[in-house]
């Protein structure tokens, strides 16, 4: 920004992502942290503000020692985009002034106070288009991505506004007499939130005054039930005066006259062009979401790509896709947003965005991507499909009748991209990636090539100046030569001349002109991006220098801050520190999950090979090879110390790892066991490894973590048998058989868990890892249906755990005992065993234990056949159980709707079932999702109450065609593993029936 910019000039945009515009221009506001210093200064403008307090803002009670110098960091990059003016220091603090009006939260304020002044001038329907203009100014979640405790109270206390702006505006509309038009918006909205009881009164009213008395009254039925059931209080005066006028007919009630025709609102009031009104939760209102991110300002060139884009997504008649295609760093993105952003105007309901590449390193799958939009249209999660089908079905029909442009970013194929086409025309598709997409219907194709040589040089001026660049035109001329006329490495080096005002450009062309560059990923005819890479990492001191290189070692997704220090050997603010320099210097991203930080594909590529261009770093490839096994050996004991805490605290369930973690330690332990030339013995040892993967695997509570634990015990398993390390292949194959069994492949499992038997007798390993051995091995026999040998297993367990002492997992093993007793039919002996167990979960005081123990009184009641008994202790072990425990309220949740049915209370039955498909879907439980997806087709066939005693489809053909449904994807989920639960849903299917037996495809990582 010019120095001179007046502060009046500047507006910004915090109802959503951030945004600072000068005079129409959007400015770089920096990172997602810079921003928040940005807004803890917005929100107080005018006045001073301590460095102690934007620390505070910014960290809370946790600083970094760096702290002060972050700010002050942050305050001098302000400082150049926005003008000393706007931003200066005062008396130890600092002082942001602006416009009273330059915050959108402001001119939100202004409407609403002006809605209020209409209002009471008993000019509803003004107000209620003032209210709509107010709500417009939102654009998502306020302040998205920005982090910070400041920042968060903020983005709370706008998304309660919004909520509380929202419902003035329905009751403005139902007021000036748009009842009819409201309700749908009001019953959705009344239904996200239940126990606003204002949102329910309204919804009574616009149904009241639309002629619907009946359903009025029904809404008010519905709210006392939930207040009752869920607070235990009556509704308030409000509710209850309201219901008795409905039901007196009460005169006062009656609909106004309409709103006036042509009514003009002030300028300031009107919604601007292209933005309706704001949405509620319903994905039939007006919702238009607009999540490009912001276009490049210096785009440049690319006169002839740009046209033939535009001209692909102007296509009359169907649904256009312009599919961008080029190598890594040509461009593609910028051209995509710089074409999106020019059509805004033609899309008006709405700009869709998202980049088909996850954040975990895997491409984003269909119905992944499908969720997200169908969430940013404001589907609520409850309601959005399970299928990918049905998704996609869902998702057409939003778009249906709009105009709507979707902008797929680094897309992987034609597979990827294809459910993710609208289905009628007025929509439009934007398509980048890194190869040319085929198979795409409606699909026009551009190239993307580097830029010719004039532009990169225009492109270079347009970072660094004019004057800067005319005054070494031959050098510029040969620096954009160099650096292969790519944008990326034009930009980076650009960039680093902009930052340096003491450097010329002739020095940048000596630096870069004695070497050849090549990245393998990124070429240009011979010419290679090496150049912008090896520049940039030039410029870092030493410590930066060496957090590239290591940081880059662990192939893993990405690393947090513990984790990034664990493998630099350096205290964690200082790794945190070192990471957020690397960003900023575009070395390193943010990853999608908070507070992590990943490499993009190719600056990881060249992170690896790096240390030749490293003075200082280590001098020849035995040093290399052992700093980075020393890494790993690190980032292991961090792992194995994290997770033998949350073994020793079960209950403690934030002390779990994530599914990211699960991801991470797969890949680690795969890398670590694959080491080439890996010596005997060498750290970090195979014994630790096993360990640290024995411990996540018993930790794990999410399906995610089979695959990535699968596919590293097996290379672990591999290692073991090669170096002889009996304690370490026992543990592998531990992990394998308990995987192999979760996910239903029980034979493959049995031989498995057989082997780790034999390896902890024959080689006397130690005892907690023969209890494992005897538990799982029973477990899986009791899978198998073989319940005297699951009762030996399982009383061997527990001899081992007591002669331990361990009574926690010693009161597990007895619930695993019971319910072998209760398969042998031995009942009595069943509810001992149980009752040992609720005992020691009692002097332990673990809710987890007692709730797994109420789950087995439930099924032994159940095989007693006392259904009703046994549905109410599932249901108090499903109030003990954490709901964020996905794969254990799942599989209780199957056993209820087991007893519901037995109990003849079909649609409780229907119930449980649609929950348990739902939570296992999300836990990645394969093999209990398709469980659940037969238990509910059979629910859904069962007779109801009062049904003749006849064939249902006489009677209910809805249901028994969703039953056949749920049966078939059930089917084709459970025969692929070999579950024996697959041969009993064949008869059900019908004409539905596969032909010939099921391929095996899963799981990909069974032993060899």
Partial sequence: ????????????????????????????????????????????????????QLIDDLWGEDPPASAHGV????????????????????????????????????????????????????RHAEAAAVLRAALALWRGEPMSGVPGPYVQRQRREWEERRLAVLESCLEAEVEGGRSAESVAELAALAEEHPLRERLSELLMLALYRSGRQADALEVYRA?????????????????????????????????????????????????????????????????????????????????AEVAAVRAALREPGCVPVAAVAGMGGVGKTALALHVAHSLADEFPDGRLYLDLHGADGRPTRPEEALAVFLRSFGVPVEAIPAGAAERAARYRSLLAGRRVLV??????????????????????????????????????????????AEEAVTLLTRVVGAE????????????????????????????????????????????????????????????????????????????QARAFRMLAVPEVPDLSAAEAAAVLDRPEAFAEELAESLVDCSMLEVSASPDRYRYHDLLRDFAQRVDRFCPGGPSDQAEVDGERVAALARLVDHHHARVTAALRAPTARSASPAVADYVAVG??????????????????????????????????????????????????????????????????????????????????????????????????????LLALAHGSLAACFLQLGRADEAVAGFSAAVAVRRQLGDRRALAVELLELAGAFARQGRFGAASRVVDQSLMIGHDLADRELEARARDSLGSIAHDLGRPDQAVAHR?????????????????????LGESLRAAGRVPEAVEAAERAVDVLTLDGDHRGRGLALAALGDALADPRPGD????????????????????????????????????????????????????????????A
């Fill in 1 to 52: 920004m010019d120095q001179g910019t007046r502060p009046g000039g500047l507006r910004f945009e915090v109802l959503g992502p951030v945004r600072g515009l000068s005079d129409g221009v959007e400015l770089a506001l920096g990172s997602p942290q810079q921003q928040g210093l940005l807004l803890a200064l917005l929100f107080r403008a005018g006045r001073q503000v301590s460095g102690t």
């Fill in 71 to 122: 700010i002050r960091t942050y305050v001098h990059r302000l400082r150049r985009v926005l003008g000393p003016d706007v931003l200066t220091s005062l008396g130890g603090g600092y002082l942001l002034v602006a416009d009273p009006e330059a915050l959108d939260t402001a001119r939100c304020e202004a409407r609403l106070a002006r809605a209020r002044t209409l209002r009471a001038e008993g």
């Fill in 223 to 303: 709210a006392d039930r939930r207040l009752r059931t869920e607070l235990g209080v009556a509704p308030g005066p409000g509710l209850r005066d309201l219901h008795g006028r409905i039901l007196a007919a009460d005169a006062s009630l009656a609909a106004p006259a309409g709103p006036p025709s042509g009514t003009e609102l002030p300028e300031e009031d009107r919604t601007p062009a292209g933005a309706g009104p704001a949405a509620g939760p319903d994905p039939a209102t007006a919702l238009r979401p607009d999540q490009l991110p912001a276009a490049v300002a210096d785009f440049t060139g690319r006169a």
């Fill in 407 to 452: 902008l797929l970013d680094n897309a992987r194929d034609a597979e990827q991209v294809r459910p993710l086409l609208p289905g009628a025309a007025g929509c439009a598709v934007l398509v980048t990636s890194r190869t040319r997409i085929g198979a795409l219907p409606n699909a026009r194709f551009t190239e993307l090539p580097v830029l010719p």
């Fill in 468 to 543: 800067r660049v005319a005054a070494e035109a031959g050098p510029a001329g040969e620096l954009v030569r160099l650096c292969g006329q790519l944008p990326l490495a034009v930009r980076i080096l650009a960039a680093r001349l902009a930052c340096r005002p003491g450097w010329s450009v002739t020095r940048l062309v000596e630096q870069l002109g004695g070497s050849r560059y090549r990245l393998d990923a990124l070429r240009s005819g011979d010419l290679a991006v090496d150049s912008s890479f090896r520049f940039g990492f030039d410029q870092l001191d030493a410590e």
């Fill in 667 to 768: 890949a680690l332990v795969r890398q670590c066991a694959q080491l080439p030339g890996r010596p005997p013995g060498a750290a970090p040892g195979l014994g630790r490894l096993a360990e640290l993967l024995l411990g996540v695997c018993l930790s794990a509570d999410s399906g995610h973590a089979v695959r990535p634990l699968g596919h590293a015990a097996n290379a672990l398993l591999r290692a073991a048998l090669e170096e002889g390390e009996r304690t370490a292949e026992a543990r592998a194959r531990l992990v394998l058989g308990r995987l192999l069994a979760e996910v239903g492949s029980a034979s493959s499992a049995l031989a498995e868990l057989l082997r780790v038997r034999d390896l902890c007798t024959a080689h006397g390993l130690p005892q907690p």
């Fill in 875 to 895: 249901r108090a072990a499903l109030a003990l159980t954490d709901p964020d425990d996905h794969r254990r309220t799942g599989r209780i949740l199957l056993r």
């Fill in 948 to 1007: 003749p005693e006849r064939p249902g489809d006489l009677e209910r053909p809805g249901d028994l065609a969703r039953a056949r449904a749920c049966w078939a994807e059930a089917h084709g989920i459970l025969a692929p593993i070999g579950s024996p639960e697959a041969e009993r849903l064949l008869p059900l299917l019908g004409e539905d029936r596969p032909a010939g037996p099921p391929r095996r495809s899963w799981p990909s990582w069974l032993p």
